[in-house]
């Protein structure tokens, strides 16, 4: 639980995880009880219980990580940084990412799906979309034990519980600190939104078309295109999603290699 200690210590500096929030209709706290053996549901009620703190902003998506990143063993260690956080005071987890593990995923995500969403009161990501995001991570030959996902903005503006609100700098700030803490082997950012977060002077467009790793800072990353919601759908410039998935992902296998 060291390195998990000093990602919860993290994450209370900037306040975006109020315990209080995480009620049991939390996604988080659902999971934690159908699953709770699993060894995120202990390490992620680790993380939450160091959060003592009041709700001063809207609170953000929390990471996921698979069994092995934070462990001794041997393995090419994969940070993926997503879009922007959009979650409510007690926020969920980025992907539905707890069930990308290999012990539980798509497939036994689909069969409590009824029964997790009935317990949340709520809807939430949908079976088809953590496949999707599943088959992409093995197409890439990420192995999901050697995982961490976390959202690129996280922080919001004091007293904001607007969307997209967001303080840009100490998003920066907590993103840069926490690709420190992770050390992994390569970063893939999602989208433009996390690559304008760490440097808005990069060209998105040029960035995943070019085909090559980029560094920020002390970090290797490798820009690809954003493979849910709108993004294969969307309108695109240049050489379009498809071809930029492609180029990405031929990127992304050569860096395993």
Known sequence: MKEINKLANLFAEYRIYP????DN???ISVFQNIYADNYYSEASRFLIDKQKYN????????PWWGKKYFSTKKGYRVMVVSQDSLAEDAGSVVFAGQFLSEDIGPDRYSDIYKEYTKRMGTKYFSPNKLKKIFEQFKGWNIDSDFLYLT????????????????DKERSKSLL????????????????????LLLDKKINYSSSVEAGKLITIGKNKCIVAPFFIGNGPSGNRWGLGFKKRLEIATKLIKQCHT
Not at 55 to 62: E, T, V
Request: aromatic share 8%; net charge neutral.
């Open 176 to 195: 840069n600190a926490e690709m420190d803490l992770c050390g992994p082997d390569a970063i893939i950012l999602l989208g433009a939104q996390p690559l």
């Open 19 to 22: 315990r209080e929030k995480y």
């Open 25 to 27: 209709h939390s996604a």
């Open 151 to 166: 959202d690129a903005s996280k922080v919001y503006k004091n007293n904001s519980w607007k969307d997209r609100d967001f």
């Open 55 to 62: 709700p001063k902003q809207r609170g953000a998506d929390l």
